[in-house]
């Protein structure tokens, strides 16, 4: 499973480098009050005026630092004693037995055997425990099926014999109604999946343990599914008779919530019933949008079982996730502790509801959510939200229209110059994100990307001070020749009220469109204008005294310190997934186009400053010279894009399939076959870093399109073949595997309409590829898989993912072609994947793995290749 179907594990934060920061913050307000009351006259204000740039930094610094405790506080806040007490240390204990098993690929005896064992042993374990006050039912199903899905540019997959260990906790008289809780134990290859999904599977367990121990019945069941095949992407069986479904992935640190939509209510019960309830809507609008390359198997339940539930993502820590170094003493104990509380909270609270028995009834509206520093969190109706979003735009719109609606000669004047800023704002924005997007696409064409890969601190570096940098010189310069008569207290009114315009216009418009993120421009239009309300006559003064600034940070504190928290959060998620977001998408621009962005929102309202302040030179010098300096570095490859740190690793991602290729013809006849290793770098870099350390692996082995054939002819395990347009192919030995695949046309059948059904039937390993291509003037019109109706990947040809657990039957499914030539009518190509036991490494591949550098993550399997044309 190649892409992220969840996110990743959180880690503890380290401890703030901030005190100090905190602490002179507090210094300098306390000498800017004294400053302030002791009458300086002319020279105070000059000095306020030169020390303006340097506050705000400071300021900034401070609220970072603000946010860093805070979530250092999420680890330290112990939680509330009441209720039935989970035990993180036995939680710890299933999660680590259940990873000494290894890898648990699907199809694979450590997953389908080792693994259920276990569960079934721990939960026999838990049942001969439990009180009287409930009782336990244990089911295996081992479900066949297919389903099309339209992530990763639309396939469809089929899946049989796979396992799910599914618990049923009755109260003692029965119920009706069931809330279900999910986590799957199965893994990708090669990782031991300790936080995808291991450990939730482990607090799983012990929730059972704590909820079954208890004296007090429940009045709902609570089913606890063990899936064991979501990392074959979502393969997940639909479970009957619950009403809502909570999800969540495993995290070190609690991370945002993400809910199915028009479930109000739901949001509430997680609001009141959670121990540490850490949530965004923002969360849920990024994820849904689709701009992350993942999905989670929530996303089964919402669209095929049309149940409402709760998705908790993850993270923090990206750069481990589906690699060997998702291990389980990577995991706190703490952590643990704090998923479990939730999430049996939740459960508890949820399983006593009136509302579960009618949960339909309730599927109305969006809802707006977020936390407050992780302290706790906001929630109120969309409905509401979009009230008091257009109350908010309105009062703005007002304040604005009477400052304009003067005397016919003024009212023209005040309009001329508000224009004239919302348009140079505006246009120093623009002119910002084409510098800085240039600088990234200068580093991308060089060959450094990534460079912040393993130190952050180079990108804010890089591209942030760049961003400032730009915004001060465009204003520096409409200063010093558009505004050379203006009065400075003039110039900072009026470039307050274009940011007041511009936010106004993004929430109007923003909630117009229905998302409930608007609420973030709610904060930055009611915030600004409740400050410039309150010190308006100290706007009015002559230049930036102290207190005027100090008034005026005070006011702004609340937007700033979330919009720094939440990109936080932001650059927490996104920066970790360009390490595997393909050889397509440049990196520097995405990141470049983050930094921009937020230094574009945070500077809003300090844009005002440039013209209050006496001069921006030092500051603006101070800029560039960092960003000059940084420049360099990067350019000289100073800053190494990966790290094999064992405490804190970053690898590289490199697949690597040694293949076998045959490519028949329309009797049969093998026209063309090769051997070689394929080999995909995950990121933009490709393999630039590798080829010193394997010279052999260089852009004189880049991969060909085979045009005739579907997908390149090459055995993408998921259609993925958009993102990884660069690949190479290292010629090897043929490899023969003990188990090879069994292709056989069963039949060919003439049907009305002028079509032709093909039935097939294939044995072999437990995951293949099927790719299918109809010829030109022929339509795929139907089969036997999903719902019956073929969905056709990007670029037009139809992807089958497939896989099965232990004793499976052969894969039997049919074809319908609608045709208008008698000439070959279809290409029809199937792969087989060795992802464990005796047939996965060849002695090549493994040569190979060996000399690849620390600091790459390989995974490395073989697998087959056949072409057929019919």
């Keep these: 499973s190649w892409s992220a179907a969840d996110t990743a594990v959180w880690r503890s934060v380290p401890p703030p480098h901030s005190a100090t920061a ?70 710890r204990g299933y999660l680590d037995n259940l990873t000494a098993i290894g890898p648990r690929t699907v199809g694979s005896p450590e997953n389908e ?33 297919s389903f099309s899905i339209d992530f990763l540019g639309g396939f469809t997959s089929y899946y049989a014999n796979i396992t799910n260990v599914v618990v049923k906790l009755d109260p003692r008289n029965g119920a009706k109604h069931a809330v279900l809780s999910n986590c799957h134990f199965d893994s990708v290859p090669n990782t031991p999946g300790a936080s995808d999904d291991a450990v939730s599977c482990a607090v799983m367990l012990e929730i059972l343990n704590t909820l079954s121990k208890s004296s007090e019945s429940l009045q709902h069941a609570v089913i606890f599914l063990f899936n064991g095949a979501e990392e074959n992407i979502l393969q997940v069986r639909i479970c009957q008779n619950y009403k809502l479904y909570i999800k969540a992935d495993f995290c070190e640190l609690p991370a945002h919530l993400l809910l199915g939509p028009e479930n109000p209510w739901l949001v509430q019960a997680y609001v009141v019933a959670a121990k540490h309830p850490f949530a965004s809507v923002v969360a849920q609008e990024i994820f849904q949008s689709g701009i992350i390359p993942a999905d989670t198997d929530f996303r089964i339940y919402r669209d095929f079982g049309n149940v409402p539930g709760i998705d908790l993502a993850f993270i923090e820590n990206g750069y481990i996730y589906h690699t060997k170094y998702d291990t389980s003493d990577r995991i706190l104990t703490d952590s643990i502790q704090r998923a479990g509380d939730n999430i049996l909270a939740v459960l508890k609270y949820l399983a006593t509801s009136e509302k579960l028995a009618k949960s339909f009834e309730y599927r109305h509206g969006n809802v707006v959510f977020f936390d407050i520093l992780g302290l706790f969190v906001l929630a109120y109706p969309a409905r509401v939200g979009t009230i008091m979003n257009y109350i908010t735009a309105a009062i703005a719109v007002f304040y604005l229209s009477k400052k304009v609606l003067q005397p016919k000669p003024r009212a023209v004047h005040n309009l001329k110059k508000l224009f004239t800023a919302f348009g140079l704002t505006l246009t120093s924005w623009v002119c910002t994100l084409v510098a800085v997007l240039m600088v990234a696409a200068f580093v991308s064409i060089i060959g450094r990307a990534l460079s912040w890969y393993t130190h952050f601190y180079v990108s804010v570096s890089l591209y942030g001070t760049a961003a400032a940098a730009n915004l001060i010189l465009v204003h520096m310069l409409a200063k010093k020749f558009f505004y050379k008569n203006m009065t400075e207290q ?46 308006h006559k100290e706007f009015s003064q002559k230049g930036a005294t102290i207190k005027f600034i100090v008034l005026y940070m005070l006011g702004m504190f609340v937007p700033y310190l979330y919009m720094l928290y939440l990109s936080w959060t932001v650059f927490e998620m996104f920066t970790p997934v360009m390490g595997r977001s393909g050889s397509e998408i440049p990196p520097d621009m995405v990141l470049a186009g983050f930094i921009v962005i937020f230094t574009m929102i945070l500077s809003s309202y300090f844009i005002n400053f440039i013209y209050l302040v006496k001069s921006t030179k030092t500051t603006l010098v101070t800029l560039t010279t960092v960003f000059v300096v940084t420049l360099i570095l990067v350019c000289s ?41 394929w080999i995909n770098g995950f990121d933009y870099n490709g ?24 997908f390149c002819g090459l055995p993408w395990i998921l259609p993925v073949h958009f993102m990884f347009r660069k690949n190479w192919y290292l010629h090897a030995p043929e490899i023969l595997p003990r188990n090879p695949i069994q292709f056989k046309l069963l039949s060919k059948e003439l049907m009305p309409w002028n079509s032709v059904r093909l039935s097939f039937e294939v044995s072999g390993p437990s995951h293949m590829s099927l790719y299918v291509r109809p010829h030109a003037g022929v339509t795929l019109s139907r089969w036997s898989l999903g719902d019956g109706v073929p969905v056709a990947s990007l670029g037009g040809d139809y992807f089958v993912f497939y896989s099965r657990g232990l004793r499976a039957a052969p894969w039997h499914f049919w074809v319908e072609l609608t ?15 060795y992802f464990f036991g005796e047939d996965q490494k060849s002695p090549q591949l493994y040569a190979l793995l060996e000399r690849l550098p620390n600091w790459t993550f390989s995974s490395g399997w073989s697998c087959t290749y056949d072409l057929f044309v019919f």
């Excluded at 094999?644 to 490199?654: C, H, I, L, Q």
Aim: charged fraction near 20%.
């Design 637 to 677: 490859g100073i800053f190494f894009p990966y790290s094999s740190d064992a405490a804190n690793p970053k690898p590289k991602r490199v697949f690597l399939q040694h293949t076998s290729r045959r490519f028949h013809d329309l009797d049969g006849n093998v026209i063309k076959s090769d051997s070689g290793i």
């Design 22 to 91: 905190a602490s002179r913050l507090r210094g300098r307000k306390a000498t800017a009050a004294r400053a302030a009351r002791s009458g300086a006259g002319g020279g105070r204000a000059a000095a306020a005026r030169g020390a303006g740039a340097p506050l705000v930094l400071l300021y900034l610094l401070g609220l970072r630092a603000l946010v860093q405790v805070s979530h250092r506080q999420l680890l330290s806040r112990p939680p509330a004693a009441s209720g039935p007490r989970l035990s993180a240390a036995r939680a």
């Design 490 to 535: 003039y110039l900072g009114d009026v470039f307050f009220d274009a940011s007041l315009m511009i936010w106004s216009i993004a929430l109007a418009v923003i909630t117009q469109i229905g998302l409930c993120s608007a609420f973030i421009c709610t904060l930055w239009v009611a915030f600004p204008l409740f400050t410039k309300l309150m010190i």
């Design 113 to 145: 055997v080792l693994a259920v064992n276990y569960l079934l042993e721990q939960i026999r374990r838990i049942e001969r425990e439990s009180t009287d006050a409930h009782k336990i039912s244990v089911d295996i199903q081992r479900p066949t099926g």
């Design 819 to 833: 045709v208008s030539n008698s000439d070959g009518i279809v290409s029809l190509a199937i792969a087989a994947h």
């Design 687 to 710: 393999i630039s870093h590798i080829t010193p350390h394997v010279p052999e692996i260089n852009d004189t082995i880049r991969t060909v399109c085979e045009e005739q054939a579907p």
